[in-house]
């Protein structure tokens, strides 16, 4: 009888908990019909008004108006106080760059001797392969010149060249400069197995960007290989600057920063791109590296070089292969190549080549599977067509202990969770709320309301003594049941549904340590996109793009794919329960600040990465979750302790990580300003 009773009892809870969740989506569907019949309403009207008689009669009056409004705006514009400081301050930025980075950069005469005469322990013949194919003669005479200018002499350039009957005057040209560079080579007694040296071949016929970089290939003697695209300019230092990485770190794959310049004067630079150290998850999404690389030899065994299918975006699919091989990858962060734009580059327009959008998703996809990984998907970001988002298949689906410290505040606990059970698509996760000194009758009464939701697995746990974020976060995770730790603070509210599965795909491999999701303040301004060590007055660390518009792009695209970062924050930080036990989870010492970038650099320690990803979007309305120190009379003197207390942790996390400081954010680089979040050249 008591059974047949309990029996009824569950029967009974689960069709009201089923009647519940029919009426919640009938609400939801209710008001997605509402917006889509107020939406075709309002397009009915617009075709309406555009069918009219009087709107096509209108048509030259309007555009006469819009031509009047757009010239106003103009001349507005650049007349007042703001358009010319704006002007201004591009003419300096333009000065500057063109003192730092273009033609003023390169070496005086002193120089070019002293770094010609300077010794190399390491024997290292550059062979640098250029494809050509019906090159305007003036690329065709400034690229040349560019590599015979090198303070290194010790390089070949390989030539193979696929042009058209019309095109005669290339054969020409380059013999024109063999002979020259052989009475150089002649002249300096270089033997025959080094440098400056020119090879020429004519081919037969045409065999596109890959055929004819290996027939350059085939022709090389060189022990470091050199890609360099026909209508391009290195810098005079560049070779000189790679021969110094070989030597002092015995680099076997190498690259540099580079410049997208117009009007056939270097001086004139569009992008400025300077790039991260090695990051493999930035390389897969964006072929980052590109220009100019130069690697070892012996990289090549077994493999090809270009592989034609691949045409196009033939380099990133090149990289990605050897980078995976490589023992030792460094980044010069020196500006050494020079990206020419013109009409069909693709340095000036994808669309010129729309074939190397799917001859880099191609490349992308095939070192996904050489990896093991299975049904993932590549997608275009809005950033660039060759910038992807990519979403990896969930291995399985785990239990999520999503640890949330909390003292007051029951509206913003209550928003917070509310948002995780309405908004999120993942099922098999539990909420351990670590309860810390709160006084409010509210928030307890809060609390006995998430003990009885059956529904939803929740945990209160009591967490006794002063505030300490470190110690509440490594409490709530010792108690948690999960295979995954999701620190989220309690003034954070869910945007994206699959936020969970946003962030597992990555912290379920076994090379990724914490992933970090993006995060905006409620005006939609960015308040977190990956940290940078060294970031910030304090000089300990510092979020990316911060207070950037959400619809930004972010730096060369940098808030549209998942990449590798030192850190990531501890209000939405995903990592395994086994790795953050592995690090001794946070460091207690650090009780308020920075406790979450020490832990991604001991992560790091351990050789993990960290990732950010900005496909998991949460609010952040930041600063709640101690709860209220102090009163408002007392405000001041708060205020002075909060310094005085994060002063004294920023200098124990400097000494910790003084190494890490002073060799700079891998992941940031050393001409950006350390003073500004935006990535300002210094």
């Known amino acids: 009888m008591d059974n047949s009773k309990t029996t009824q009892e569950l029967l009974d809870f689960y069709k009201e908990a089923y009647e519940r969740e029919k009426k919640k989506n009938e609400v939801l569907a209710g008001k997605l019909a509402d917006a889509q019949a107020k939406a075709d309403d309002a397009q009915g009207k617009l075709d309406h008004i555009k069918n009219s008689i009087f709107w096509k009669i209108s048509f030259p009056f309007r555009g006469f108006v819009h031509v009047i409004i757009r010239t106003k705006d103009r001349i507005l514009r650049l007349g007042s106080p703001k358009g010319v400081m704006r002007k201004l301050r591009n003419k300096m930025r333009e000065k500057k760059a063109e003192k730092r980075f273009g033609t003023r950069s390169f070496p005086s005469k002193e120089e070019i001797l002293a770094q010609r005469s300077e010794a190399f322990k390491t024997p290292v013949l550059f062979s640098i392969l250029v494809p050509l194919w019906n090159t305007p003669e003036k690329f065709l005479r400034e690229m040349i010149e560019s590599v015979i200018n090198q303070t290194c002499e010790s390089w070949e350039l390989c030539l193979a060249d696929g042009s058209d009957s019309e095109h005669a005057y290339v054969e020409k040209i380059c013999n024109e400069y063999m002979t020259k560079v052989k009475a150089r080579h002649d002249q300096i007694g270089a033997g025959d197995d080094q440098g400056p040296v020119i090879r020429y071949m004519r081919l037969e016929k045409n065999e596109g960007i890959s055929g004819n970089t290996n027939q350059c290939y085939k022709m090389a003697t060189g022990n470091y290989i050199a890609l360099f695209d026909h209508d391009d300019i290195l810098h005079p230092c560049a070779l000189y600057e790679y021969r110094k990485v070989i030597d002092e770190k015995n680099a076997d ?202 529904l939803h697995s929740t945990k209160i746990v009591t967490y006794e003594g002063e505030f300490n974020y470190s110690k509440i976060n490594n409490l709530g995770a010792s108690k948690a049941d999960g295979e995954y730790i999701l620190l989220l603070n309690n003034d954070t509210e869910v945007i994206t549904v699959n936020w969970m599965e946003e962030l597992l795909m990555y912290a379920q491999r076994q090379d990724v340590g914490a992933v970090g999701a993006k995060l905006y303040y409620e005006d939609y301004t960015i308040q977190h996109a990956g940290i940078v060590i060294g970031l910030g007055a304090h000089r300990t660390a510092g979020h990316t793009h911060y207070r950037i518009n959400k619809e930004n792009l972010g730096y060369m695209g940098k808030l549209c794919y998942a990449q590798d970062v030192t850190a990531v924050t501890g209000a939405c930080l995903l990592v395994k329960k086994a790795v953050f036990d592995e690090v001794g989870g946070l460091n207690e010492n650090l009780a308020i600040a920075l406790n979450d970038v020490d832990f991604c650099l001991k992560l790091r320690a351990k050789g993990y990465l960290n990732v950010f990803t900005p496909f998991a979007e949460l609010f952040h309305y930041e600063s709640i979750s101690r709860g209220s120190d102090v009163d408002e009379s007392a405000k001041k003197k708060a205020d002075e302790q909060k310094a005085l207390r994060y002063n004294k942790e920023a200098a124990m996390f400097k000494e910790i990580w003084k190494d890490e400081l002073e060799k700079g954010d891998p992941y940031f680089n050393p001409n950006f300003s350390l003073d500004y979040s935006d990535y300002v050249v210094m």
């Open 253 to 454: 794959y190498i690259y540099c920063d580079e410049a997208t310049f117009k009007n056939g004067n270097i001086n004139k630079m569009i992008t400025l791109h300077f790039k991260s150290d090695y990051a493999v998850d930035t390389l897969r999404a964006n072929n980052y590296i590109c220009h100019f690389s130069a690697f070892k030899r012996e990289l090549l065994e077994g493999t090809e070089l270009f592989r034609s299918k691949f045409d196009g975006s033939q380099d990133h699919d090149m990289i990605l292969r050897l980078t995976d091989r490589a023992n030792c990858v460094v980044h010069v962060p020196k500006l050494l190549y020079y990206w020419r734009s013109h009409k069909g580059s693709v340095a000036s327009d994808i669309s010129a080549k729309t074939y190397a959008i799917e001859a880099a998703r191609g490349a992308v996809a095939d070192s996904l599977t050489v990896h093991g990984f299975k049904d993932f998907s590549i997608e275009s970001t809005r950033a660039f067509e060759t910038i992807f988002r990519i979403r990896y298949a969930l291995t399985a689906t785990p239990k999520i202990s999503i640890v949330i410290p909390n003292k007051d505040h029951v509206e913003d606990l209550r928003r917070c969770i509310s948002s995780i059970h309405e908004k999120s698509t993942y099922e098999n996760y539990e909420i351990v709320v670590v309860e810390n000194n709160s006084t409010s009758q509210e928030i307890f009464d809060y609390y006995d309301e998430l003990k009885k939701d059956i």
